[in-house]
């Protein structure tokens, strides 16, 4: 139990340091103009709609933010949790874990709840940053936890 424990711990701390590359690159794509609104930001605001709360454009970046890293921290904790059950080529099983998890959840449940269409049927730049962020969250996060 200590075990997986430390191991869902570490995968939380790569995890949350993943996602400062990841949103670099999202932030640069939207900086370069061909994304416009981030995909945290258009979960977080679906997610305020639905529970009825008005909340102004700062508050909302914040809670983007915070809800971005949030689930960076989550899924490097899984990611830390199987990775003893993966093939132990970090720099291969990182990557791919990070096109999973775009997977889940572009093509997976925000589109189920109806918070945005699937990554597959949304525009060339958006598909490209999504899964290149990924890839580079899985990466970091590969290369992280497989440091001993």
Known sequence: MRRAIYRAARGAGAGLVATVPMSLVMFAAQRLGPVDEL????ITEAG???????APERSQNFLSSLAH????????ALYGLVSPRLPRVPFL???LYG???C??????????MGIAPPLSRRGPARRSMQLLSHVVY?????RLTGRR
Do not use: C, M, N, R
């Not at 995909?39 to 258009?42: A, K, L, M």
């Open 69 to 76: 890293v949030g689930f960076g921290t989550g899924v490097g």
């Open 99 to 101: 096109l999973a998890v």
């Open 39 to 42: 995909d945290p930001e258009i």
């Open 93 to 95: 099983t990182g990557p």
């Open 138 to 142: 899985g990466a970091v996060l590969g």
């Open 48 to 54: 305020l709609e639905a529970a009825g709360v008005e």
């Open 103 to 112: 997977g889940a959840s572009y093509q997976g449940w925000i589109p189920a």
